[in-house]
Nanobody
Framework: QVQLVESGGGLVQAGGSLRLSCAAS????????MGWFRQAPGKERDFVAA????????DYTDSVEGRFTISRDNAKNTVDLQLNSLKPEDTATYYC????????????????WGRGTQVTVSS
C-alpha cells in the first residue's frame, strides 16, 4: 500500500508557472506507475499526465502537452508536475495517483489517490 500527499498548489496569474509535488510513503515506490489527474468544479476528474516506473516514458493529455512536465525521483519517492504557461482553464484540484498494473496503460485504473492540491489560475 502507498500513501500519497500532494503539495505546491496555489493562485497564479495566467501565463505563470507552478510546480506540484507528490510524496509517497512505502518502500516500493518504483513499482508504481504514477499519474496526475485534475477535477474542476462540477466536472469529472480527468487524466493529466503519467510516468512509467523507470521515469523513461510519459503520457500527457492533449491540452497540457508542451506546457506540463511530469518527472519522478525513485530515490526520494516523489513525483512532480511542472505547470508552465498556465491558463484559467487549468484551474482545478490536482490529484496524484499510483497504480500497480503497468500493462493496462497510463490513463485509468489507478489504485491509490492523494487528497489533492488546489491550483487556481486568474485571467
Amino acid at each position: 500500500q502507498v500513501q500519497l500527499v500532494e503539495s505546491g498548489g496555489g493562485l497564479v496569474q495566467a501565463g505563470g508557472s507552478l510546480r506540484l509535488s507528490c510524496a509517497a510513503s512505502g518502500r516500493t515506490f518504483s513499482s508504481y506507475v504514477m499519474g496526475w489527474f485534475r477535477q474542476a468544479p462540477g466536472k469529472e476528474r480527468d487524466f493529466v499526465a503519467a510516468i512509467n516506473r523507470s521515469g523513461r516514458s510519459t503520457d500527457y493529455t492533449d491540452s497540457v502537452e508542451g506546457r506540463f512536465t511530469i518527472s519522478r525521483d525513485n530515490a526520494k519517492n516523489t513525483v512532480d508536475l511542472q505547470l508552465n504557461s498556465l491558463k484559467p482553464e487549468d484551474t482545478a484540484t490536482y490529484y496524484c495517483a499510483a497504480k500497480i498494473d503497468y500493462k493496462s496503460g497510463y490513463r485509468a485504473n489507478y489504485d491509490y489517490w492523494g487528497r489533492g492540491t488546489q491550483v487556481t489560475v486568474s485571467s
